[in-house]
């Protein structure tokens, strides 16, 4: 079992920038960030391997940046220069023995 704890969600206006965090309860080896809409799938938004090689949507490069601290077994995604298009409510997501795990889900709102 692998439980999840996001934080640093919130209400920004448009160009500002938000950290989120997720913390798991167990060294994880890759990680990732995906949001979700109302009426919408969930959509990868970055991910992170065991080796730190990384992977963006389209929509987010050059603006979200992913990273890990291994001895925290906590995952972060920066996201900059925030449009209105990137409310959702974000999720982590760990892989662990061929299971994978959820965390609850933060609110990332962005202003015009």
């Known amino acids: 079992q692998v439980q999840l704890v996001e934080s640093g969600g919130g209400l920004v206006q448009a160009g500002g920038s938000l950290r989120l965090s997720c913390a798991a309860s167990?060294?994880?080896?890759?990680m990732g960030w995906y949001r979700q809409t109302p009426g919408n799938q969930r959509e990868l938004v970055a991910d992170i391997t065991a080796a730190g090689i990384t992977n963006y949507a389209d929509s987010v490069k050059g603006r979200f940046t992913i990273s890990k601290d291994n001895a925290k077994n906590t995952v972060y995604l920066q996201m900059n220069s925030l449009k209105t298009e990137d409310t959702a409510v974000y999720y982590c997501k760990a892989g662990y023995r061929f299971a994978n795990y959820w965390g609850q889900g933060i609110q990332v709102t962005v202003s015009s």
């Open positions: 167990r060294s994880i080896s890759g």
